[in-house]
């Protein structure tokens, strides 16, 4: 095998590397703690990050959540079921509970460019 053979072996592989990755980062629920800036008022709260798709947070004492927009770049709270369902997702992403479907609101999918 040449020099320039195993460099491209190599570079193929970095780039299947980081296809799994990717991969890998779109299927996972992540939960973490951290400060929230919103309306001027800075709070902590608790986070969780479904995959690619969505960030939302829970006040600790559970008393608001809400989610991300990206479209309207920022919070959007939310109430009954929708903050349960985050709540859920928390517990879930902390392994506190069995994984089941998570019925969280989601960001409309953008339509593809020319």
Known sequence: ???STNDQIQRENR?????QIEMDYGRTLEAYRDELDADGV??????????R???????????QAGYWDRHARGWIDVD?????AIRQALRIARKQTAPELLRVQLPA???AGP
């Open 1 to 3: 095998m040449t020099a």
């Open 15 to 19: 780039i299947l590397e980081a296809y």
């Open 42 to 51: 800075s709070r902590t709260v608790d986070l969780v990050r479904v995959g």
């Open 53 to 63: 798709v969505g960030l939302y947070y829970q006040s600790l004492d559970g008393a």
């Open 80 to 84: 009954g079921a929708d903050r349960l």
């Open 109 to 111: 999918p953008e339509q």
